[in-house]
Every structure is written in structure tokens, then in C-alpha cells.
């Protein structure tokens, strides 16, 4: 399975961002698909999460900002970020649990897109 994330870029503090994650491949079917991000000098990071069902959970810092959402149609999963942060700034990647059409498990992650937050 390949990921490819796109959307990031310099936005300022207060604005709208929204991050695309496509998946490509040999995909049966998507189980829990998430956002993380790594900040300079910091661990990676969960972002949001979202389940084959649609039930959802983010970190406590986005939580009333960015809202995930997925179409499995196009095997794709989305990130709205609202009233961004400085402190939003990082390398963002997509990652999903994978099912394939021979029946193996696997979770993928993407290259990451760089979003930065001026203040």
C-alpha cells in the first residue's frame, strides 16, 4: 500500500488548512485510518483517528479545531484544521490499517507533508 499525503503549506495563525491522504494499492478494505505529526525535536504524535464506522478521537490539543473525516470510496481520509497554532507546525502523516485482497494485515504509513503555522 502506498500513502501519499498532500495539502500542507505555510498558513497563518487562525486559518484553515485541509489535508488529503490517499491510499493506493492492492486494498480490500481500510480498518482505522489517523493523522499524526512530528514537530522538530519532538516524538510523533496521534492527531485524530477514525474508525471503519466512522467513530472518531483527537489529541486533546486540536480537539474543537481539526476534524477528521474519510471517503472509502476513493480509499482517502481528510484532516480539516480550523483556527491553527503556531504550536501546529510539523510534518504531518497519514497512516491507515490495511486488509488486502489476499488477506493480509498491514498498517502503511505516508511520506508526511510539512505544515507551518506563522503567528
Known amino acids: 500500500v502506498q500513502l501519499q499525503a498532500s495539502g500542507g503549506g505555510l498558513v497563518q495563525a487562525g486559518g484553515s488548512l485541509r489535508l488529503s491522504c490517499v491510499a493506493s494499492?492492492?486494498?480490500?478494505?481500510?480498518?482505522?485510518m489517523g493523522w499524526y505529526r512530528q514537530a522538530p525535536g519532538q516524538q510523533r504524535e496521534l492527531v485524530a483517528a477514525?474508525?471503519?464506522?466512522?467513530?472518531?478521537n483527537c489529541a486533546d490539543s486540536v480537539k474543537g479545531r481539526f476534524t477528521i473525516s474519510r471517503e472509502d470510496a476513493k480509499n482517502m481520509v481528510y484532516l480539516q484544521m480550523d483556527s491553527v497554532k503556531p504550536e501546529d507546525t510539523g510534518v504531518y502523516y497519514c497512516?491507515?490499517?490495511?486488509?488486502?485482497?489476499?488477506?493480509?494485515?498491514?498498517?502503511?504509513w505516508g511520506p508526511g507533508t510539512l505544515v507551518t503555522v506563522s503567528s
Open positions: 477514525i474508525t471503519r464506522g466512522g467513530s472518531t
Open positions: 494499492g492492492p486494498i480490500f478494505s481500510i480498518n482505522d
Open positions: 497512516s491507515g490499517d490495511f486488509i488486502m485482497r489476499d488477506w493480509r494485515k498491514t498498517q502503511s
